[in-house]
């Protein structure tokens, strides 16, 4: 047990120190923010998918939530960044709440619904209707709370505390709660799992994730259209990174966002054409041959995957 | 109604849809008590005890636990009650292990005394605690599946068709298991098709068919009552 958590505090301190080393060696900080936003969202994806079954397609909506309620509240409110993102993330809590109900369905109607539930944010967020409240399409400007070396360590801080909450999930009852809803939730309610109740606490957990998430991915970018942040290839980034590395692991969807994250900014802006080939083959080789992800191929070997 | 049945279920309809499944069921088990349910394939055995331990609500009468009102409560809190059940297709946590699948139980319940180890130890799962439960065969997951009830120190065991498909020698060890438990002072309804098992582990039966009870008695005299046998072998 004590060497658990000497492993737990290792993996945290590493995740943390690697993201604030980076920058002395690679000047390229917004992509290593970026690639830190792609870690924590495919980690508020594992939390759902990977524990609960649940595929969110939609998760992008939490993200571009997060994002304008944390930029109104500077805009109309003056709040403090910081306080801000809080704000930002709270709102997402509240979106998630609403949307609990969503969590009646499951498998494919899931993932539709709560697709649909995300543009149907967005499509409100966008309205031109709405430009005294959230500035419509014309999109947030946050240039005088501009501060990208801050909001960069507040994301540092933010990693971290979701690879704590994940690591705490896979150790606690309530990780192995949520994995035996995933496997059968009529034996595990028999077993006295408050089934409803518990994964909606998930779910809620999941978007606060995206919620702060995107609340720093704001206040960093500074300037930003709706399409931006609620653009469903954030949703598939964060859930094919969570699948290629192991869905219910933590390293897993780690390493699956350091690689393809990697790989997408070195090929996918020179040469997009090929990326997205190797992107297709390799959704499609995954679903085909390594549907557990990278992770399986060492638990194959009958190795633990933290 | 006798002041000692721990569990009374009074006038239970179920619909589905346009189908009727259970057209107005009553039964009681005393307390300490073990009733056995037989009849035909889709006489409402099952729903029965879906409707007993929550998974459904029925469209109509009552079910009492203890003397309290229960009709309409949900899964977990009948567990939390004390109710209890296995499943005809065993329902493992099967990407946990055996032991994550008691202690799961274990966490969740309102009035365990129980240990992990007793529970695998008492159903002879204890060298098969870190398996992975979905790599168990039929009959382990079964007892997995009573492992993970009894886990949650359950006042009433709704047994359904635990013996079926069990080698005989398997059986009569099931027997022995669930007789020992009825001497701990479980109370227990068992579905079973395997009469020979059922005669083992309970004292009286309730004959179904079609969604009522057509016989309560001796599992001796069921065989004798002229519409249990013409359910069975038709008129």
């Known amino acids: ?306 | 109604m006798s002041s000692d049945a721990l569990l009374s279920v009074v006038g239970v309809e179920k619909s589905f849809g346009g189908f009727q499944a259970l057209r107005g069921v009553n039964l009681e088990v005393p307390r300490g008590g073990a009733l056995g349910l037989v009849g035909p394939n889709g006489s409402g055995k099952t729903t029965l005890i879906n409707i007993i331990s929550g998974i459904y609500a029925p469209t109509a009468g009552k079910v009492r636990f203890g003397g309290q009102d229960v009709t309409g409560r949900l899964p977990h809190q009948m567990s939390h009650l004390g109710v209890n059940r296995t499943f005809q297709v065993p329902k493992p946590f099967g990407s946990l292990t055996v032991r994550q699948n008691v202690e799961v139980a274990l966490g969740h319940s309102r009035r365990s005394g129980r240990k992990t180890d007793d529970v695998l130890a008492f159903l002879d799962l204890g060298g098969l605690a870190d398996r992975e439960a979905a790599s168990l065969n039929t009959a382990q997951q079964k007892l997995l599946d009573l492992g993970r009830a009894l886990a949650t120190d359950p006042k009433l065991l709704l047994v359904d068709e635990l013996g079926a498909g069990l080698s005989p020698a398997d059986l009569d060890l099931v027997a022995e298991k669930l007789n020992a438990l009825r001497r701990d002072g479980i109370t227990m309804l068992v579905v079973e098709h395997l009469m020979g098992f059922l005669g083992k582990v309970t004292d009286d039966v309730v004959v179904m068919n079609a969604g009522a009870e057509i016989f309560f008695g001796k599992l001796e005299a069921a065989a004798q009552d002229p519409k249990v046998v013409e359910v069975f072998l038709g008129g």
């Open chain 1, 1 to 306: 047990m004590l060497r658990r958590r000497w492993v737990d505090a290792l993996v945290v301190v590493v995740v943390v120190l690697a993201f604030v080393l980076a920058p002395q060696a690679y000047s390229n900080e917004t992509l290593l923010f970026q690639m830190m936003v792609y870690i924590a969202l495919s980690q508020g994806v594992n939390i759902l998918y990977g524990f609960t079954g649940y595929l969110p397609f939609g998760y992008v909506g939490f993200f571009g939530i997060g994002a304008y309620g944390a930029s109104l509240l500077m805009l109309h409110l003056n709040w403090p960044p910081i306080l801000a993102l809080l704000g930002g993330g709270a709102i997402a809590v509240l979106l998630g709440l609403l949307l609990s109900p969503l969590l009646r369905l499951s498998g494919a109607y899931f993932a539709i619904a709560s697709l649909a539930a995300s543009q149907a944010v967005y499509l409100i967020v966008s309205n031109p209707a709405l430009q005294n409240v959230t500035y419509g399409p014309y999109g947030i400007q946050l240039v005088s709370q501009f501060n990208p070396t801050l909001s960069y360590y507040v994301m540092v801080v933010i990693l971290a505390l979701t690879v704590a909450v994940v690591l705490y999930i896979r150790r606690s009852r309530f990780g192995t709660a949520l994995q035996a809803m995933r496997d059968d939730p009529v034996s595990a309610a028999m077993a006295g799992v408050p089934v409803v109740r518990q994964r909606t606490f998930a779910w809620m957990i999941s978007a606060a994730i995206a919620g702060l998430v995107g609340g720093a991915f704001a206040w960093q970018t500074s300037v930003f259209y709706p399409d931006a942040v609620f653009s469903l290839s954030i949703s598939i980034f964060a859930i094919v990174f969570t699948l290629f590395g192991g869905a219910g692991t933590l390293l897993g969807p780690l390493f699956g966002s350091v690689v393809l994250y990697g790989m997408y900014n070195t090929i996918g802006i020179s040469d997009p054409q090929y990326f997205q080939l190797i992107y297709g083959l390799l959704i499609i080789l995954l679903v085909l041959f390594l549907p557990d992800g990278a992770a399986s191929l060492l638990k194959r070997r009958g190795s633990h995957v933290l």
